[in-house]
């Protein structure tokens, strides 16, 4: 299964012009309703994500980044998005917590697969990962930040080759934590999804 770049998970059939993202990524519990057949009809997805409502009470985001949180490159990473992105468009994961598990699992990813590659789901049924990640997470920031995204043009074996070798060497160039970094700088907790997780395993810690 190719799990590079960009890829889609099936195709989807627009049946009414009504349909937005937000009824099928939000923070909604999951119901029948939100995803009724007559307004959008996914196919084989559909009977993915319904044979996984046990595991994901809750329907995905859309622009969430999930990374390695014990990753100080990663983390300096994510930090320069956050200060980049004024519009709060991008919201993050540490791929340790249990939030980030029915975003790799509706991608087919485990924590190996992400570990290796950061995620980054952009919408229904669409994530990247590797250099073309980064790539689309930068085309959501201002100017003259999107501006790098032209960087795609590059061919996806020769970004990914050069992103492949800085993490796997990521961790003896630049360091490693015992638990997710973002727990040192709470004040950057409003921008992940896993927040109250990550709260709860720091007041467990004290």
């Known amino acids: ?19 937005s993202t937000s009824s099928f990524f939000s923070s909604s519990p999951l ?5 009724a057949v007559d307004d959008l009809l996914l196919g084989d ?7 996984k409502a046990e595991t994901a009470p809750n329907l995905l985001q859309p622009g969430v980044v999930i ?15 956050i200060k980049a992105d004024r519009d709060r468009k991008i919201k993050f994961c540490c791929f340790q917590s249990k939030a980030a598990e029915p975003y790799m699992d509706v991608c087919d990813l485990d924590r190996d697969d992400v570990r290796r590659r950061f995620l980054f ?6 994530y990247h990962q590797g250099s073309t990640a980064a790539l689309r997470v930068l085309a959501y920031l201002p100017l003259p930040y ?16 050069v992103y492949d070798h800085v993490a796997k060497k990521r961790y003896k160039w630049f360091g490693k934590s015992d638990d997710c970094l973002v727990l040192r700088e709470q004040d950057l907790l409003d921008r992940f999804i896993d927040r109250e997780e990550l709260l709860e395993r720091s007041r467990s810690v004290l």
């Open 146 to 161: 999107s501006a790098l995204s032209g960087l795609t043009i590059v061919p996806t074996p020769l970004r990914d080759a």
């Open 1 to 19: 299964m190719m799990r590079r770049g960009l890829r889609l998970l099936t195709p989807l059939i627009y049946h009414r012009s009504t349909f």
């Open 67 to 81: 990374y390695d949180g014990v990753c100080h490159l990663c983390h300096n990473g994510v930090k320069w998005v």
């Open 31 to 35: 119901n029948a309703a939100d995803l």
């Open 45 to 51: 997805q559909l009977a993915i994500l319904a044979s």
């Open 121 to 126: 789901i952009e919408g229904p049924g669409l």
